[in-house]
């Protein structure tokens, strides 16, 4: 049976599986060096590409332009038709965050939440 405190991080320090001790602050580094230094690592960490904001208006007839992402300024139930035409229903959703969700149409019956802003 291996020996579980051995698996204990401690000061900061991290156990490999093969039993070699990782300084915490030296991964964070290296992958800041990675991301943030090095712009040509093959991922930035620059955040949405969206240049645009519109107010959304719920509408069960009208589509909206597809969405690169979809803020929610209040909570709640949003049914939506998603890009590629399938029509969801998410549950609870979160205020005050974007959530990375191509839509073509947030529709007014089923919709709880409000002050939807669409990134394009």
Same mark, same amino acid.
């Given at each position: 049976?291996?020996?579980?405190?051995?698996?204990?991080?401690?000061s900061?320090?991290k156990?490999?599986?093969?039993?070699?001790l990782?300084?915490t602050?030296?991964?964070?580094e290296?992958?800041?060096?990675?991301?943030?230094?090095?712009?040509?690592?093959?991922?930035?960490?620059?955040?949405?590409?969206?240049?645009?904001?519109?107010?959304?208006?719920?509408?069960d007839? @009208?589509?909206i332009? #597809? !969405?690169?992402?979809?803020?929610?300024?209040?909570?709640?139930?949003?049914?939506? +038709?998603? *890009? /590629?035409?399938?029509?969801?229903?998410r549950?609870? @959703?979160?205020?005050? #965050? !974007?959530?990375?969700?191509?839509?073509?149409r947030i529709?007014?019956?089923?919709? +709880?939440a *409000? /002050?939807?802003?669409?990134?394009?």
């Open positions: 049976m291996p020996d579980i405190n051995r698996y204990q991080p401690s900061g320090r156990v490999k599986e093969n039993g070699d990782v300084n602050a030296d991964m964070i290296a992958i800041y060096k990675a991301f943030v230094v090095n712009k040509d690592a093959g991922m930035q960490l620059n955040g949405s590409k969206a240049v645009k904001a519109v107010a959304i208006v719920p509408s007839t @009208v589509d332009p #597809v !969405t690169a992402g979809l803020y929610v300024g209040t909570g709640g139930d949003i049914k939506m +038709t998603m *890009s /590629d035409g399938s029509v969801v229903t549950k609870n @959703v979160a205020g005050g #965050v !974007t959530h990375p969700w191509s839509i073509k529709w007014a019956g089923g919709t +709880t *409000s /002050d939807m802003v669409g990134d394009y």
